[in-house]
């Protein structure tokens, strides 16, 4: 029940943080240039992104929403199984980044499920991205670490003698 309620924090949290920093980028940087904060290494750009990261596959909208709802289904069922406090933090990372995409793809324009999501972070080399990009990018990487580290997201359970 702790790996729960951690993975529902998680969420929430990034859900949060990402809806508002996308409310905030659409009302302070949707009619200005790039913003530059760190010369040319960290600048705010805001973008409308029809696909995928990479802005890979910008008519597959609606297929990126429906592969999000079941990404979506799949955390909520297995997480009541969940023993690992990493693992939980990782699977929320992962939901509160779906959600936080899911939300634009489902309520921007141009419509249901194939709504252009908002992107407003730009590195050097890299695409302009978002809180929920950022959650997905460092719950892989914690995924990487727990999985070198052989540690199972649900511990099995010893035979009975």
């Not at 859900?15 to 200005?32: E, F, N, P």
């Not at 990018?137 to 540690?151: E, G, H, T």
């Amino acid at each position: 029940m702790r790996s729960w309620r951690t993975l529902l924090s998680v969420a929430w949290s990034i859900w949060i943080l990402d809806l508002a920093t996308k409310a905030w980028a659409v009302s302070q940087l949707a009619h200005r240039d790039s913003v530059k904060l760190i010369g040319s290494f960290f600048q705010l750009t805001f973008v409308r992104n029809s696909g995928a990261a990479f802005s890979f596959a910008t008519g597959a909208t609606a297929l990126f929403s429906l592969f999000s709802i079941c990404v979506l289904i799949a955390i909520t069922y297995y997480a009541p199984r969940l023993t690992s406090q990493g693992w939980s933090v990782v699977l929320g990372l992962v939901m509160g980044g779906v959600l936080g995409n899911l939300s634009d793809r489902i309520f921007r324009e141009p419509g249901f499920l194939r709504g252009h999501v908002i992107d407003w972070m730009q590195l050097p080399h890299w695409p302009i991205f978002n809180i929920a990009d950022s959650a997905i990018v460092v719950a892989a990487a914690i995924s990487m670490v727990l999985s070198a580290r052989n540690i199972s997201p649900i511990a099995k359970k010893d035979p009975p003698l």
